[in-house]
């Protein structure tokens, strides 16, 4: 079913009779890929009329990873040794003026990437790159190749298994460096390699590397002491280090993501707030936003580009302007979910879906929608199980008009 | 240690431009530009009444742009928001979106002689254009016709106006009806310094037309890294090849700079220059492949920093026409 659409605008022009607000809905698709938490399966749910599509077997609960096309779900099976492909069924096409949408079921590509225990996964113009700890071996495949089904990858090894990250950067590939001195680490540091595997240049320290993402133009990884922050070199990837600033109190994000529409990062800094991050800025830099309670979740809106959400363990969803730098808005949702535990227990995770945040009760069986303008309660999706990680894919038909 | 260098640093910059200090107030109208040519126009409209901020500043290139949430800010809290328009500000709308401003953005290219972009056939584009502009009830289905594959919608127009000093000064004049839009008791002020601006961009057009009047006829063809002298060769008459089209956000084909070193052997460019804004790397590569030394650097679509030869409008247009007439004489 493909469903090409004009922009609001002229939308309104071409059919004037009808309210665009209905017509943009028509013309929308969203769907939300659910990983259950005890089941090894994959719920695909159609946002927008609330039903469940399609669900997916697996190895075990998996942890998903989207593509920046939203083409293409990964589900991420650690002791499993591997990594599933499942095509959205959704793709878009973005031709300025209007987009159109191509609407099929959902399915398995075919594509699985195997290995001794897959960890990050990592997308970067098209091309994944999936991190094997056990193995301490990058796999490598483009998103063409996956929705054909195919599972052959170039491989890259770094010296030792670890638990890492690797990042297929244009022409080469940016790996982290292995801690020799202590095996169980965290790496050390990024090294550059080419396509035939050669080192390029040095490693550029990173102690305690965890946590990667890009935003816009810009690639950043999170270590102890700050930054490493990725550009487009002459010839080369430019790597260079970002300190947290001074005034910053004891701490450190592991876990970043990227601004849409804006450039900026969003990290977890201690248990009770999160970091935002512009690497450009010569002042403030980072930007630290308290939360009432220790945080469970993040996650940017790829839609609205001036908010975030942040999920507390006293089941409040907040509302994080990133222009401001401060919490909004904040929403009862849950029961409390206490961080006390294993980080892996079954908690809320939190997507955006369109108009709506979407955010999983795993205890409760339930997603709960939130109206992202009006920041209200906008219903439940019952889903089986305990729907745990989250993505969604899709496109509202809000295309940019460029007058 | 690098704490009190940046403190001596702050106060020298202080001592320079007491004036400027003395007189920023709470009161001035809060002026966003979108980059380094606007931001100098807006200066010698608004001078002291007028506090400016920048967001591509010296050297930076707005077609790549990334906004970021203090640029959000600085939206948000303008009296007027200026942009060139014409597609340059790709990041314009969402930056919008993100700041919610109530300021007016002013497209400060409105007005001014517009160029359609020559060389880039968009065979569909007159169709669309229809379809989306005809509101009668014959363009029902226009929701629902299908659309081909590939068909890339690329703006219109050549946005690199300013390049055109003539029409430098419709934005000149531009941004003085909108400071006196958002705020009347300065209009008179803003109107006699557009006036004064105006007159040297009026002597600044004539220099540029008599410099380039000194460079036989066919010796005026010359090579830069984007398409963004479109305007600068319809005004003073000298023709500008191009790897990259009029957006650097499109890297050029292996064909383009094959077809361009093609009519360079055929001894069909004078000079080739480097731009501030791009990486030199191509320029140099042609430049190497074909025999033609590189003549210098030009700036195109954003100022130098203050230090630089381009610290201006007025001195970035005069450092191109004397770079560009070096070159091709002194060869
Ligand atoms: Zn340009």
Not at chain 1, 84 to 106: C, N
Not at chain 1, 170 to 196: C, F, M, Q, Y
Not at chain 2, 30 to 54: E, L, M, P
Request: glycine share 10%; hydrophobic share 45%; proline share 5%.
């Amino acid at each position: 079913m493909r469903l090409p659409f004009l922009s609001t605008a002229a939308l309104a022009l071409a059919l004037p009779l009808q309210p665009a607000a209905s017509l943009a809905a028509d013309l929308s698709a969203w769907r939300l890929f659910v990983a259950d938490r005890a089941e090894p399966k994959v719920t695909v749910v159609d946002a927008l009329a609330g039903t469940i599509l399609d669900t997916f077997t697996l190895r075990e609960p998996a942890s998903l990873v989207r593509s920046e096309s939203g083409r293409t779900v990964f589900a991420v099976q650690g002791d499993a040794g591997v990594v599933t492909a499942i095509a959205s069924g959704i793709s878009f096409e973005d031709h300025g003026d209007h987009g159109d949408i191509d609407v099929e079921a959902p399915k398995l590509t075919g594509t699985e990437l195997s290995g001794r225990k897959p960890s990050h996964l990592v997308e970067h113009d098209g091309a994944f790159a999936a991190f094997f700890d056990g193995e301490g071996v990058a796999r490598i495949i483009s998103e063409k190749a996956v929705l054909g089904g195919s599972s052959d990858v170039s491989e890259v090894s770094t010296a030792a298994p670890q638990h890492g990250v690797a990042v297929a950067y244009g022409a080469h590939v940016l790996l982290s460096e292995p801690n020799a001195e202590k095996p169980d680490a965290l790496p050390v540091g990024i090294r550059t390699v080419d396509a035939k595997g050669v080192q390029v240049g040095d490693v550029a320290a990173c102690p305690d590397l965890h946590g990667e993402a890009s935003s816009g133009n810009l690639l950043v990884f999170a270590c102890a002491t700050g930054l490493l922050v990725v550009t487009h070199g002459d010839g080369a990837p430019q790597i260079r280090h970002l300190p947290y600033a001074d005034g910053l109190p004891e701490g450190k994000a592991t876990t970043l993501l990227g601004g849409r529409g804006l450039q900026y990062f969003l990290g977890n800094y201690g248990p009770d707030k999160v970091v935002l991050i512009d690497p450009t800025a010569d002042k403030d830099a980072f930007r630290l936003v308290d939360l009432p309670m220790r945080r469970v979740h993040f996650a940017v809106d790829s839609v609205r580009p001036r908010f975030a959400y942040v999920f507390t363990e006293d089941g409040q969803l907040h509302q994080l302007d990133v222009v401001a730098g401060r919490i909004a808005n904040s929403l009862k949702l849950t029961e409390p979910y206490s961080m006390d535990g294993h980080w892996n227990d079954p908690r809320p995770r939190i997507a955006v879906a369109g108009d709506h945040v979407v955010v999983t009760d795993p205890l409760q069986g339930k997603l709960h929608l939130v109206d992202a303008a009006s920041f209200a309660r906008a219903g439940e999706i019952a889903v089986p199980g305990k729907p745990y990680n989250i993505v969604s894919v899709g496109c509202s038909g809000r295309i940019h008009e460029t007058e | 240690m690098s704490r009190m260098l940046k403190l001596a640093a702050a106060v020298s910059a202080m001592t320079l431009f007491p004036a400027m200090l003395a007189t920023a107030s709470a009161e001035n109208l809060k002026v966003v530009a979108s980059f380094s040519i606007i931001a100098d126009f807006a200066k010698n409209v608004g001078g002291d009444r007028v506090d400016i901020t920048t967001l591509v500043g010296p050297n930076g290139d707005a077609h790549v742009y990334e906004p970021k949430p203090a640029d959000a800010a600085a939206v948000a809290a303008a009296d007027v928001v200026l942009v060139n328009g014409l597609q340059l500000e790709g990041f314009l709308q969402r930056l919008v979106e993100a700041s919610g401003t109530k300021a007016p953005i002013v497209e400060l290219s409105k007005g001014g002689e517009v160029l359609k972009i020559a060389d880039e056939p968009h065979p569909h584009e007159e169709d669309d254009d229809d379809d989306h502009a005809a509101g009668e009830a014959g363009h029902a289905e226009g929701g629902q016709h299908a659309h081909e594959e590939g068909h890339h919608h690329h703006g219109e127009y050549d946005p690199h106006a300013w390049q055109s000093v003539r029409n430098a000064e419709v934005y000149v004049k531009n941004i003085a009806d909108a400071f006196c839009a958002a705020d009347a008791a300065g209009c008179d002020g803003y109107r006699a310094n557009a006036d004064a601006y105006g007159r040297k961009l009026g002597a600044l057009d004539a220099e540029i037309r008599a410099a380039i009047a000194g460079i036989p006829a066919d010796k005026r063809s010359i090579i830069t890294s984007h398409d963004a002298f479109g305007y600068f060769e319809h005004d003073y008459g000298l023709a500008f090849l191009a790897p990259e089209g009029v957006s650097t956000e499109s890297e050029a084909s292996a064909a383009d700079v094959a077809a361009l070193i093609r009519q360079i052997r055929d001894d069909k460019a004078s000079a080739i220059f480097v731009e501030n804004i791009t990486n030199p790397r191509l320029i140099e590569q042609i430049a190497g492949e074909t025999g033609l030394k590189v003549g210098g650097e030009l700036y195109s679509d954003a100022l130098s920093d203050a230090g630089g030869p381009a610290a201006t409008y007025i001195d970035m247009m005069r450092h191109n026409v004397a770079t560009i007439k070096g070159a091709i004489l002194g060869s």
